[in-house]
């Protein structure tokens, strides 16, 4: 989840009477997370679907609402202008085709600004960009640019300043030695020639989705901005767009319109949109009785203006709510409204009958069996190590199911065994006193088109006279007791096991298990200093 | 009321009314027991608050090197006087028969007005019957003795000497009987034990402590009327994510967050309706090329969701209430916080009262049945429900609220395709969570160490 730091001070400003408090106690309800709090600042987690909560103009425009400070929708007023166009070439079509973008001038950019603008077309590349695979945002100083500009295609040896650059490069260059270029050149790598905004005096300007040119650098001092987004389709660049207009907008730009046209583009509308719910849906979802001007009331104090229409709400959406999808989103956009602590909790008897399921029954029931045994139940991982599962214990390892790219080195084979664990565990409890018995059932995988899932039962004993006879004896009396299964046990040789002292589990005539005196070997290398029998057996193909 | 002991207790305690205040030693000798015996019966009676032990150190004196010498020979000043007995010597003589310590003598004897020296000759001017130190030098070379018999000023001259006087400390015990124990009427009738004095503890074989939360959860939400439903913990990434409206480039299918299995793609995922409809929500919702053998990808579950899901895509009844429960995987670095592996609980309601404050009332029934009571409800997001809610619970211990099961209703992005047109409530977490919280873990890894010591001490949660 990302995480955005602002200043109490600032929010308390832009929000307008407002104490401290209340702030702290409402970011919750609007299902911001409070991660820490250092005096007047304080770092907020925001879900990835509100892009437009990783600025304090964001967050203040929904405290306003939940505060009842200020409520209803927030409208983008354009101004609509000629001066600001691109033309976009055909050649983009099979790249990066899509381009959009709007001017904000007149507004004042501080450090502060500066850096959540920074933070939030990051956040914006991060999620709704994909990291910048679907679109991607290039904030540019407007009083550096020449318009009309022109999105066009260019080789990789046409040279130009990137950002936080002094230095002419082509672009072959940026993509190989700047941190942008290796991070994202890939995206372009289906391509010889790469995506560029160019403008009237022959400038480019950008290089998306990778970089912008030093010329358009916004620093403290700029008044006016240009602000384009290109995609690989115009929903998502006008969605990113309507963010950063909206941001924009309350930071207090004005908003002028960009003229797009050429290869299938054209300018943004940034529309709000309507959708309709039904009060039905509303009160039966939330468990309530709302009557309609609750529920108009509701929307507003969530941001967004709704009116009523014989039985259904009418909603009016701003184009940067692209999180709400159908009428369902709207329903909780009326629980945020009326507040999440107002919402009394109910319980009704449920006219349904709760059952364990037969197989955690029957485990429950062995596990009583084995603890009246005198046995400690052990929990080991699935995911476990190669080490663990085959080295210790000599166990072919051809047919291994290993996980992708683990981030822990213990735990990276899907185990097929649940005994080796249990040795494992012996070994790290060597300075306990003995006797040690333990047993464990879980589920052990087999690669079976595609996986096979199957119930296991593992035991072992540890101490001074462990012999083949005792846990013969338990393995025995256990399933006889608890499930009326007699078993044989057949000699056989089994890498993990000392020859001679190793059988198969037989029920039927079939082989579902293994037991024996762990190998001495085997023993020694864990330096357990007491000889070891152990069995395991499949339940799945006994008991369950 | 007589009491039962130990033939040593009772040899102990018999010695002490007579003697009231004896160290260890000297019950050896007064009850003819061994050290070993001794020690023992005085640590039982500790105990049993029958006897005090005051530890106490002692400085004992005795001689070193040189002192041992002096005491054979005399301190070298009174051997200095001696020779001058007889009427005054010469210096030179003087020197050849005390060798190193006529200088320091001869300093000391001028010092005290004892002789008088000219350029050559040595007399005796005033001779005192007993030099300082020569009391305790006789004293101490008889016998070793402790601090407080010894005359400390007599001491002092010597201490100055070097390898003189050696210092031993001596730590010793004196046993005296308690108040109660003066009184205590000690049972002599044989065969009688104390069945009061403490005993070994003996390991006793258990479910493991995180089974049996397991176990209490399984049954709470049983007896609210859930069914335990049981799934593979490999899935497919269409029943894992697909089928729970999380697009194909969404973050979370990534690598770093789930686990593939390397190289493993299953053939069959779901029925061709439930993929073209799964499918046709993607495009029109997420706009991006769907693509099936993403959705073939084998995965380790990440929530046991998925088995859910496919449970009310396999059973469109208008009315049930079940749960899974059961491990889930994260690729995540290990640490006292995170597993890689670990338990989650999922239910889902379907039906008449599928509502957001029903299903807020079966979180805070749950909750009560394990014992909190502090809890609220925060709005939250996931992929696949709309609204979401997450529950925080208030820890006495931490002194904090927790984030626990997070909860909400399924999208209609979800059940739309799969033919579930009924509202469905879900709900879930983590189950070691709850555990640590009821066994007051703060490393969640403890419980997958099989640490003998833990299994065998851990107190049992009711």
Redesign the interface.
């Known amino acids: 989840m990302p995480v955005v730091e602002l200043s109490y001070a600032r929010i308390q400003k832009l929000v307008g009477k407002v104490t401290k408090k209340q702030i702290s106690d409402s970011l919750?309800?609007?299902?911001l997370?409070i991660e820490s709090e250092d005096k007047d600042l304080v770092r907020i987690e925001y879900?990835?679907?509100?892009p437009d909560y990783s600025t304090d103009f964001g967050i203040a425009l929904g405290l306003q609402g939940l505060l009842g400070i200020k409520t209803g929708a927030v409208k983008l007023k354009i101004k609509k202008s000629n001066k600001y166009q691109i033309s976009v070439k055909s050649e983009v079509s099979k790249i990066r085709p899509f381009v959009t973008g709007i001017v904000a001038k007149n507004g004042n950019i501080d450090n502060k600004i500066l850096e959540q603008l920074i933070q939030m077309q990051e956040d914006l590349h991060?999620g709704i960009g994909?990291k910048r695979?679907?679109s991607s945002i290039g904030i540019h100083d407007l009083d550096k640019i020449s318009f009309p500009l022109m999105y066009t295609t260019t080789s990789r040896n046409t040279k130009f300043i990137p950002l936080k650059s002094t230095q002419e490069n082509t672009i072959s260059e940026i993509l190989e030695q700047t941190d942008v270029g290796k991070d994202y050149g890939y995206i372009l790598s289906n391509s010889t020639k790469v995506p560029i905004i160019t403008d009237s005096i022959g400038n480019i300007i950008s290089l998306p989705p990778i970089i912008n040119a030093a010329i358009t650098t916004v620093t403290t001092k700029t008044k006016n901005l240009f602000v384009e987004v290109t995609g690989i389709?115009k929903?998502?660049a006008e969605d990113m767009l309507s963010v950063v207009a909206t941001i924009l907008e309350s930071a207090g730009f004005t908003l002028e319109s960009v003229k797009i046209s050429g290869a299938k583009n054209s300018s943004p509308k940034l529309d709000q949109k309507k959708m309709s719910v039904s009060i039905f849906l509303i009160n039966?979802?939330?468990?309530?009785n709302l009557n309609t001007s609750k529920i108009l009331s509701s929307l507003k104090k969530s941001r967004l203006d709704a009116s009523s229409k014989g039985k259904n709400i009418i909603c009016t959406i701003p184009a940067y709510r692209f999180d709400i999808?159908?009428?369902?989103?709207l329903?909780?956009e009326v629980?945020?409204g009326y507040g999440?602590?107002n919402?009394?909790?109910?319980?009704?008897s449920?006219?349904?009958?709760?059952?364990?399921?037969p197989?955690?029954l029957q485990l429950?029931s062995l596990?009583q069996i084995?603890?009246?045994?005198?046995?400690?139940?052990?929990?080991?991982?699935?995911?476990t190590s190669k080490r663990v599962l085959y080295d210790m214990t000599n166990r072919d390892s051809t047919k291994l199911?290993?996980?992708?790219?683990?981030?822990?080195q213990?735990?990276t084979i899907?185990r097929d065994s649940i005994l080796p664990g249990l040795l494992e565990?012996l070994s790290?409890?060597i300075h306990?006193?003995y006797p040690?018995?333990?047993f464990e059932t879980g589920?052990v995988?087999t690669?079976n088109?595609?996986?096979s899932?199957k119930i296991s039962f593992s035991s072992i004993s540890a101490h001074k006279d462990a012999n083949f006879t005792e846990i013969k004896s338990i393995l025995q009396s256990a399933l006889k007791i608890g499930f009326g299964i007699t078993i044989e046990t057949k000699t056989t040789s089994h890498p993990t096991f000392e020859a001679g002292h190793c059988a198969t589990v037989n029920l039927n005539g079939k082989s579902i298990g293994v037991i024996g005196k762990i190998d001495s070997k085997i023993v020694e290398n864990y330096k357990i200093r007491v000889p070891v029998v152990g069995f395991e057996m499949s339940l799945s193909e006994s008991i369950l | 009321m007589s009491q039962v002991f130990h033939e040593i207790e009772k040899k102990i305690i018999l010695s002490l009314r007579e003697n009231p205040k004896q160290s260890p030693e000297m019950l050896e000798k007064f009850t003819q027991l061994s050290p070993d015996q001794i020690r023992r019966g005085i640590e039982w009676l500790k105990l049993k608050n029958l006897v005090n032990v005051d530890e106490s150190k002692l400085s004992i004196i005795s001689l070193g090197k040189n002192g041992i010498e002096s005491f054979q020979k005399g301190l070298p000043e009174r051997r200095l006087l001696n020779l001058l007995k007889n009427g005054p010597r010469k210096l030179s003589e003087l020197q050849k028969e005390l060798g190193t310590v006529f200088g320091p003598s001869m300093g000391l004897a001028r010092k005290n007005n004892w002789v008088e020296a000219s350029s050559e000759n040595v007399l005796i001017k005033n001779l005192p019957l007993e030099l300082p130190g020569e009391k305790t030098l006789k004293q101490i070379g008889e016998k070793k003795l402790p601090i407080n018999e010894i005359d400390n000023n007599d001491l002092a001259p010597l201490l100055k000497r070097p390898d003189f006087i050696v210092e031993d400390i001596l730590k010793y015990k004196k046993i005296t009987l308690t108040d109660s124990a003066k009184s205590i009427v000690i049972s002599d009738s044989s065969g009688e034990i104390d069945v009061e004095a403490k005993v070994p503890d003996v390991f006793i074989a258990r479910t493991h402590p995180l089974k049996d939360t397991i176990d209490e959860i399984r049954e709470i939400f049983v007896t609210l009327g859930f069914s335990e439903i049981i799934g593979n913990m490999t899935q497919s990434s269409f029943w894992n994510f697909d089928a729970l409206f999380t697009p194909q480039d969404h973050p979370a299918r990534e690598l770093q967050d789930t686990f593939y299995l390397d190289s493993i793609s299953a053939k069959k995922i779901a029925t061709p309706q439930q993929i073209r409809k799964v499918s046709d929500s993607h495009k029109k919702n997420w706009r991006y090329h769907w693509d099936i053998n993403e959705a073939r990808k084998m995965v380790l579950r990440t929530h046991t969701t998925c088995v859910t899901i496919k449970y009310l895509a396999e059973n469109k009844s208008d009315e049930s209430r079940v749960f899974s429960l059961g491990r889930v995987f994260r690729n995540e670095k290990v640490s006292y916080k995170h597993l890689v592996e670990f338990n989650q609980i999922e239910g889902v309601v379907v039906g008449k009262d599928a509502n957001l404050r029903n299903l807020m009332g079966i979180q805070r029934e749950f909750y009560k049945r394990i014992g909190i009571t502090k809890i609220k409800f925060w709005p939250t997001f996931f992929p696949y429900t709309e609204p979401s809610l997450q529950t925080m619970v208030y820890n006495e211990r931490l002194g904090k609220w927790i984030e626990l099961f997070g909860m909400g209703i399924f999208r209609p992005e979800v059940t739309k395709p799969l033919g579930i047109t009924k509202p469905v409530l879900a709900w879930g977490g983590g189950i070691e969570r709850i555990a640590m919280l009821k066994y007051g873990l703060d490393d969640v890894r403890e419980f997958y160490n099989n640490n003998l010591n833990w299994l065998r001490s851990t107190t049992k949660c009711q």
């Open positions: 919750p309800f609007l299902g997370d879900s990835p679907n509100r991060m994909r695979t679907k389709n929903y998502d039966q979802i939330l468990g309530l999808f159908g009428p369902m989103d329903v909780e629980a945020l999440i602590q919402l009394d909790p109910t319980l009704t449920s006219r349904t009958i709760g059952q364990i399921n197989v955690s429950k596990n084995m603890i009246g045994l005198g046995y400690l139940e052990a929990l080991n991982s699935s995911l199911i290993s996980v992708l790219d683990s981030k822990s213990e735990h899907l565990n790290r409890n306990e006193s040690q018995k333990m589920t995988f690669i088109d595609p996986i899932e």
